[in-house]
């Protein structure tokens, strides 16, 4: 496909992603029913589609949009946020190599985004703006400029089966590139060949998992020792079960409430020659030494690698996040020994769902204190994350 004809098709796509439905799903749709299209193309239209997700409310100020971005406004802006002349834009849009219609007059104006709102330049829902700023403060422009560009892949080196350097060693025999990441010892980040990774043999040996850095840190920081009885309660498809189980001999237990998430956890486990047991509630037998809690949550801190989740979500999702985030805090405390630890995570930004949900638990758990709080934000390289971990007082 022509470089305008891969714009054509993120058009298209866009379209019906902005008319309210899921852009993975739209994608493969999409791919299914373009057969010619190689694996270079659909990765360079995915590409187009995320980077205007991630970049919504700049590009379609870029491209003119007015007040519904349409995917014809958004890759004009893209181009010009991408340093396109007018003169190239022009081309790309001249009706020619199965390419977009030609510029309209209106579509020639090129706006400014010295110009636009701030919560425009650095494209964030209105409502959650202030939500920002208050949790972030003096890094809340900073953080948010990091969250208009694709996040970096990272591996974590199961240091079970070998060392950081020999798993940089084998990648490279993949023609996959990695560089050692400060926040985390067991952290590479993929510098090169990213889409190889899942075919490379590091992967396929359990090697190397795909885990964001920060997501590392935050294992990095539990307590875990040997012959600890550990249960992971929203483990979801097992990522943070397998990087504890591979940080010392223990007895970890995943369970979801979705058992179809953990689905994948047997198999994940084999792999990196790890032995977690899945478990649904009625099965779980307590008490657990360490019981994390990897709350379901806004994701705020993750939505540079799911840009669509930062427009879907609305006051009313938040609040109902919250509340569920205090329920599961309230029914895992009971599971923890007396002298064990609680730790809660999420991967959002919010106060609402991390300091605040610190406050309201001990108001509610008078019985309990924190030991510490940690934000990870995207300013460290990786996802923004929050830990708190809370024990019982003696
Ligand atoms: C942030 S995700 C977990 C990600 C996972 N820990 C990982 O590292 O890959 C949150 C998970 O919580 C689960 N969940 C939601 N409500 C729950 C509940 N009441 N009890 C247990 N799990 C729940 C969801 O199904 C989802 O898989």
């Given at each position: 496909m022509t470089p305008a004809a891969r714009i054509a098709a993120a058009i298209e796509i866009l379209d019906t992603v902005l008319s309210g439905q899921n852009a993975e799903r739209v994608l493969t749709t999409w791919a299914r029913s373009n057969r010619f299209a190689g694996s270079k193309d659909r990765a360079a239209i995915r590409d187009h589609c995320f980077d205007a997700l991630r970049c919504l409310r700049s590009y379609a100020w870029l491209g003119n949009a007015g007040e519904e971005p349409s995917g014809r406004a958004l890759m004009i802006g893209a181009l010009r946020a991408q340093g396109c002349s007018e003169a190239a834009l022009a081309e790309m849009f001249?009706?020619?190599?199965?390419?977009?219609?030609a510029l309209s007059e209106h579509e020639t104006r090129m706006p400014s985004l010295?110009?636009?709102p701030p919560a425009v330049a650095l494209d964030v829902p209105d409502w959650l703006f202030p939500l920002y700023q208050s949790a972030l403060r003096v890094d809340a422009h900073p953080i948010l400029e990091l969250c208009r560009h694709r996040a970096a892949v990272f591996l974590r080196v199961n240091l079970a089966k070998g060392t950081r350097e020999a798993a940089q060693e084998d990648l490279r025999a993949d023609g996959i590139e990695t560089q050692p990441h400060?926040?985390?010892?067991?952290a590479l980040e993929v510098t090169?060949?990213?889409?190889?990774v899942a075919r490379s043999a590091a992967y396929v040996s359990g090697l190397v998992e795909l885990q964001d850095v920060a997501s590392q840190a935050l294992v990095d920081a539990l307590p875990l020792a040997q012959g600890m009885r550990v249960l992971?309660?929203?483990?979801?498809?097992g990522g943070k079960s397998l990087a504890m189980a591979a940080r010392a001999q223990m007895r970890v237990t995943a369970h979801d409430i979705s058992a179809e998430r953990m689905r994948d956890v047997p198999v994940r486990a084999a792999r990196a020659g790890a032995r977690i047991d899945t478990a649904l509630q009625s099965e779980l037998r307590g008490p657990y030494d360490l019981v994390l809690v990897d709350a379901p949550c806004s994701g705020s801190g993750s939505w540079r690698r799911a840009p669509q989740a930062k427009w879907d979500l609305t006051p009313e999702r938040l609040a109902q996040l919250t509340t569920l985030q205090a329920e599961i805090l309230d029914e895992t405390?009971?599971?923890?020994?007396?002298s064990g630890v609680l730790a809660y995570a999420t991967c959002s930004l919010f106060e609402a769902e991390n300091s605040r949900q610190v406050e309201a638990f001990l108001t509610r758990h008078p019985e309990w204190s924190v030991q510490n709080t940690r934000l990870f934000t995207?300013?460290?390289?990786g996802d923004g994350f929050f830990l708190a971990q809370f024990q019982r007082q003696s």
């Open positions: 001249s009706a020619t190599g199965y390419g977009p219609a010295q110009t636009a400060a926040l985390s010892d067991t090169h060949g990213a889409r190889a992971d309660y929203c483990a979801g498809g405390a009971p599971l923890v020994a007396a995207p300013l460290e390289g």
